[in-house]
């Protein structure tokens, strides 16, 4: 499929671009998306959650109270989860919630992503995306030409590029990546994909 290429000023230049079918129109699988999106969340997670446990609340050991006649439950110490302070019964441990997934399938779940969003028209292709100094102002400028500036849009750039990152990371619907590091759960979390001109052929070359 063709796209047409816009410029900065969110003009269409004379030029066109050929998006790979095999990345932008293939059928997509969503049970790949659903893995990849799982993973990727599951992976930033700390797990670092800790409730302490009976045995490590500190306090004392002897026994509150008769064993009988009370008219009550029978009760062994202070710790136990059935008394105020007492510690928690089965609570959180740290763990760790990353798990791996296949290349291939991962690879399906970015290609069945960008499907969805070429078969939305919501691919825009834009040369020119290159900032010598990292100017907030700048890439606002580029947002209101593209009429994007109240959407939720994607940035992919060829390679790590600290100015055009650092102009956009102040802009709360904007996020800026490198191909290389274009991942399922972003494509699909943003309204709009703006590619750079010369990352399209990086992502080809990635995915095929």
Do not use: C, W
Not at 70 to 86: D, E, H, M, Y
Not at 112 to 130: I, M, P, Q, R
Request: without cysteine.
């Amino acid at each position: 499929m063709e796209a047409k290429v816009l410029d900065v000023k969110g003009k269409a230049t004379a030029g066109k671009v050929v998006l790979s079918d095999s990345i932008f129109g293939i059928e997509p699988n969503d049970h790949a998306i659903y893995l990849d999106v799982k993973q990727y969340l599951a992976n930033k997670r700390q797990g670092t959650h800790k409730s302490k446990e009976r045995a490590e609340i500190s306090g004392s050991t002897k026994k509150i109270k008769k064993q009988k006649g009370t008219g009550t439950a029978r009760a062994g110490s202070i710790k136990s989860p059935v008394f105020v302070g007492g510690g928690r019964a089965f609570g959180p441990r740290p763990r760790d919630y990353s798990f791996r997934l296949n290349t291939k399938l991962k690879r399906l779940a970015r290609k069945s992503a960008l499907s969805y969003k070429a078969k939305e028209d919501n691919v825009l292709v834009l040369d020119g995306l290159k900032f010598e100094t990292p100017k907030t102002k700048e890439f606002l400028t580029i947002l209101n030409a593209l009429k994007l500036e109240n959407e939720k849009v994607l940035f992919v750039v060829s390679n790590e590029n600290e100015n055009t990152y650092k102009a956009a990371r102040n802009l709360k619907n904007t996020k800026v990546v490198s191909a290389d590091s274009l991942n399922t759960y972003d494509v699909l979390n943003a309204r709009k994909i703006v590619i750079a001109k010369e990352a399209v052929e990086v992502i080809e070359k990635i995915l095929n």
